[in-house]
C-alpha cells in the first residue's frame, strides 16, 4: 500500500473493539428516523385519499426546478428581500452538509485501507481536505448558528415564535461544531504539535486552521499533551453520543430538525394544479359529507404539509388579514391543524385498536381549533402560498372548512348568505341593483350581442361587476369600445350570461358552483366559443383554471381559451392592431373627475398576479399610453397587498382596519395621483378606500382599459 502523508483515521479511537461501536451509530440513528417517520406516516394515513399524484416525472422536473434551487442557494425559499435568513439557512445546511461528507469520507478511507489494502482517492489528499472540511463545513455552519442566535435572541423580528424545541436544536447544533472543533484541536495538541510524538509535523496543523487555534487555546491553558490525548478519547465519545441522541430526539419529537426530509417530501408532493385552482371537491353524487371537520376528510398530503411547516412566520408577515388585525394568521391555522392533528390521530388510533369506530374529537377541528371568524376572514390572495418557503396551501385548508361550514352547517356571515341566495335566484351576488346584464348596451352602438353574431372569434365576457354595478359599466363600456377600435369580431352573451360561480366557490358553496359553471359550459359550448375574454380577474381564474375539473364531472369538454383583457389587449397593441395615440393628453387629468390620470401607479390584483402570473401585460399596457411612465408601490408585483375583496370577503362585513384602507395608504404614500387597476373589485376598493381617506379631490382610481380607450 503506498503511505499517504496526514492524518491517521479513528487515532487514539481504540479500533478495531471501540471504533467499530461507530459503525452502530448510523444504523441506530437511521432506525431512529426511520421510526420517527414511521409514526407520522400513520397519522398521515388517517387522511383521505390524495388524487392530484399524477405523474412523478412531472413532479421530479419541479422539484429539480423548485428543490435543487432550494438547496443549491435556497434562492427560491428565500427571495431576495429575505437575504439575512437565506444566508444563514444556506451556511447552516452547507455547513454540516459538508461535515458529514467528511465524516463518511473519513470512514471510506479508512475501510479502504483496512480491508482493500487501497487508499480511497481522497486519501492522498487528507490535508487539503481537512482544510476543507474545517473551513467550509466547520466555521460555515458555526456562521449560520451564530446568525441564527442573533436573529432569535436579538433582533427577534416579530414573526419568529421561540418554541422550547429552537432552542434545543440551536444548542445542539452549536455543542456538535464546537465538540468537533474541540476534538481536532485536542488532536493536533497532541500529536501535530507535540515534539515528542511520532506524529509530530507543525506544518499540516495548519491545514486545519480552527483546530490548530484550539490547540494553541488547550496548550496555553496549561493543557499538557498526555492529557489532551485523553480528553480526546472522552470527547470523542460524547461528541458520537451527542450526535446520536440528537438525532434521536429529532425523529421521536418530530422536532424543528424533521422538517430536512418532511419539507423536501412537501415540495415534491404538494399540488401542482394552477394556483388559481381549488383543491376538486370530487362528485357530490359520492361524497358522503362535504367539506372538512375531521383529518379523515383532509388529504394525507394535507397532514403532510402541516408537518412541513418550519414555523417561519413568512406567511403570516405576508397576510393582509393578519396585517389589518383580524383574528387568521396563516401561521397559526397551519401550526394548529397540525396540533389537532396530534391530538386527534392517537384518539382514532385508540379506537381502532379495540376494533371501534373513531368517537367523536374531544376539540372540533372546525370551532375550537379553528375558528370560524379565522376561517371568513381569509381573501384568498395568496400571499400566504406564495412566501411559503415548503410549498404549503393554506388556501387549501381553508376553504376545505368553509365547505363544512357551509355545506354542512349552513353557517356563513348574513351578508355573504345573502349574496349567495341572490346568486341562486338571479344568478348574480349583487342583489338590489337597479341594472340588468342589457343595460350597459343601451347607449353603445354596435355591440353584438350572441344572437347577432353567433360566430364571434372571441367571446367578451362582461361580468357580474362589469354588468351590475354602475362602476363597473363603464369599464366594460370602455372594452368593448377597445375591441371595436382594434376591429375584433366579438360579442357578448348579454341576458344569457350568469355568474361564473367565483364567489360561491370561493366561499365554501361547491354545489352552488357547480350549478352555475354547468349553466355557463353548457351555454358556451352550445355557441362553439373559442377564446373568452374577461375584465374581471375573478371570472377569468375560475372559467381558466376551475371549469376544467366541472366539465370533467360533467363528462363534456371545456376546450376554450380563456384570456384576461390585459393579455389580449397587449397583444393587440404589440401586433399594431390596437393604434395608440401619441399624444399625451390622456394624462391630462380632467379637473371634474372625467377622463385622464395624471401620474400613474398599477395596482396588481391578486387574482391576475400570484395567481396566474400576470404581472407584464398590465404594465407593458399603461406603459404604451403615451405619457405615462408608471411608478410602483412599495408591495408591488408577487408582494402586491390585497384589496380585501377576494375569497368572497366583497359581501362580508369587515370589522376594525379595512384592508382597502391599508392598501389605500400604499397607494397615497406614492407620488402618483392614478392608482391603474385591471379588476372590478380592486376599482371599488379603491375608490370606497380614497372617500375614506378625503382624497377623492386629487386621487382617483380608474380601470387600465379606461386609459387605453381614451388613448387609442
Ligand atoms: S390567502 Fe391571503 S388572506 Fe388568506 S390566509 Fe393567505 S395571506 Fe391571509
Ligand atoms: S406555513 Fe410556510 S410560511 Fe407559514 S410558517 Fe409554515 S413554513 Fe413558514
Known amino acids: 500500500m503506498f503511505e499517504v502523508a496526514g492524518r491517521t483515521d479513528f ?39 390524495y388524487d392530484e399524484l399524477g405523474s412523478h416525472g412531472e413532479r421530479v422536473r419541479e422539484f429539480l426546478r423548485t428543490g435543487a434551487f432550494g438547496f443549491g442557494g435556497h434562492g427560491k425559499f428565500h427571495p431576495r428581500r429575505e437575504r439575512y435568513a437565506s444566508i444563514m439557512h444556506f451556511a447552516i445546511f452547507w455547513g454540516f452538509a459538508v461535515l458529514l461528507l467528511a465524516t463518511t469520507i473519513a470512514a471510506i478511507e479508512f475501510n479502504f485501507e483496512e480491508y482493500l489494502g487501497v487508499n480511497f482517492p481522497t486519501a492522498y489528499f487528507r490535508l487539503q481536505t481537512s482544510f476543507i472540511w474545517d473551513v467550509f463545513g466547520g466555521v460555515l455552519a458555526l456562521i449560520g448558528i451564530a446568525m441564527a442566535y442573533w436573529r432569535r435572541y436579538v433582533v427577534k423580528p416579530d414573526r419568529i415564535n421561540s418554541f422550547a424545541d429552537d432552542s434545543v436544536i440551536l444548542a445542539y447544533l452549536l455543542l456538535l461544531v464546537i465538540t468537533g472543533f474541540a476534538l481536532e484541536g485536542l488532536r493536533i495538541g497532541a500529536t501535530e504539535l507535540n515534539p515528542n510524538s511520532d506524529l509530530y509535523a507543525p ?14 487555546l488547550f496548550s496555553a491553558m496549561g493543557i499538557s499533551p498526555d492529557a489532551m490525548t485523553s480528553l480526546h478519547k472522552a470527547l470523542w465519545w460524547s461528541h458520537a453520543a451527542i450526535f446520536a441522541v440528537g438525532l434521536a430526539y429529532a425523529a421521536i419529537s418530530f422536532s424543528k430538525l424533521s422538517h430536512i426530509i418532511v419539507s423536501s417530501l412537501n415540495i415534491y408532493l404538494r399540488p401542482l394544479r394552477p394556483r388559481g385552482a381549488l383543491k376538486p371537491m370530487g362528485d357530490f353524487e359520492t361524497l358522503e359529507s362535504f367539506g372538512a371537520s375531521d383529518l379523515k376528510d383532509l388529504t394525507w398530503q394535507q397532514m403532510l404539509s402541516y408537518d412541513a411547516c418550519t414555523n417561519c412566520g413568512r406567511c403570516q408577515d405576508n397576510c393582509p388579514a393578519w396585517a389589518s388585525g383580524k383574528p387568521l394568521s396563516p401561521r397559526k391555522v397551519i401550526q394548529d391543524m397540525r396540533g389537532y392533528m396530534e391530538q386527534r390521530a392517537p384518539e382514532v388510533f385508540g379506537a381502532h385498536a379495540l376494533g371501534e369506530p373513531a368517537p367523536s374529537p374531544s376539540t372540533s377541528m372546525v ?40 355545506l354542512e352547517q349552513a353557517s356563513a356571515p348574513d351578508t355573504a348568505m345573502s349574496a349567495l341566495q341572490s346568486m341562486e335566484q338571479r344568478g348574480h351576488p349583487w342583489s338590489g341593483t337597479a341594472l340588468t346584464r342589457e343595460s350597459w348596451l343601451e347607449d353603445m352602438d354596435d355591440v353584438p350581442t350572441i344572437d347577432v353574431n353567433p360566430n364571434p372569434d372571441v367571446l367578451f365576457w362582461v361580468g357580474c ?26 360579442a357578448v352573451l348579454a341576458s344569457q350570461e350568469t355568474c361564473t360561480g367565483d364567489p360561491a366557490r370561493r366561499m365554501g358553496n361547491e354545489y352552488l358552483f357547480q ?20 375584465t374581471c380577474p375573478h371570472c377569468f381564474n375560475t372559467m381558466r383554471n376551475e371549469y376544467s375539473q366541472v366539465a370533467e364531472s360533467l363528462a363534456t369538454d371545456w376546450n376554450v381559451e380563456v384570456l ?49 402570473d400576470i404581472y407584464d401585460e398590465p404594465r407593458n399596457i399603461a406603459n404604451a399610453v403615451a405619457g405615462i411612465e408608471l411608478s410602483e408601490m412599495s408591495q408591488c408585483r408577487s408582494r402586491g397587498f390585497c384589496c380585501g375583496a377576494g375569497g368572497g370577503r366583497m359581501w362580508m362585513e369587515e370589522s376594525g382596519t379595512r384592508v382597502n384602507h391599508i392598501r389605500t395608504d400604499h397607494f397615497l404614500e406614492t407620488d402618483a395621483e392614478t392608482v391603474a387597476v385591471s379588476c372590478p373589485f380592486c376599482l371599488q376598493m379603491f375608490e370606497e378606500g380614497i372617500a375614506a381617506k378625503g382624497q377623492q379631490d386629487n386621487k382617483r382610481a380608474r380601470d387600465l382599459i379606461e386609459l387605453v380607450d381614451e388613448a387609442s
Open 465 to 490: 361587476s362589469g354588468a351590475l354595478v354602475e362602476r363597473g359599466v363603464s369599464v366594460t363600456r370602455a372594452m368593448a369600445s377597445v375591441l371595436k377600435k382594434a376591429n375584433v369580431n366579438f
Open 367 to 406: 370551532s375550537e381549533a379553528i375558528g370560524e371568524e379565522v376561517l371568513w376572514s381569509c381573501t384568498t390572495c395568496a400571499a400566504c402560498v406564495e412566501a411559503c418557503p415548503v410549498g404549503i396551501s393554506h388556501i387549501d385548508s381553508i376553504v376545505d372548512m368553509r365547505r363544512y361550514l357551509m
Open 515 to 534: 350549478i352555475l359553471a354547468g349553466q355557463n359550459i353548457e351555454t358556451v359550448n352550445g355557441y362553439g366559443i373559442k377564446t373568452i375574454l374577461t
Open 203 to 216: 506544518t499540516d496543523a495548519l491545514w486545519s486552521p480552527v483546530g490548530w487555534i484550539f490547540a494553541k
Open 11 to 49: 487515532w487514539n479511537i481504540g479500533y478495531p473493539l471501540l471504533g467499530a461501536i461507530v459503525y452502530l451509530i448510523a444504523p441506530i440513528s437511521i432506525a431512529f428516523i426511520a421510526y420517527g417517520l414511521y409514526r407520522r406516516i400513520q397519522f398521515w394515513r388517517l387522511g383521505a385519499e
Open 564 to 612: 384576461h383583457y390585459t393579455e389580449f389587449v397587449d397583444r393587440l397593441i404589440s401586433e399594431g392592431r390596437l393604434k395608440m395615440s401619441d399624444k399625451e393628453s390622456v394624462t391630462q387629468r380632467s379637473a371634474n373627475g372625467g377622463g385622464g390620470c395624471g401620474s400613474v401607479t398599477y395596482h396588481d390584483s391578486c387574482y391576475l398576479g400570484r395567481h396566474n
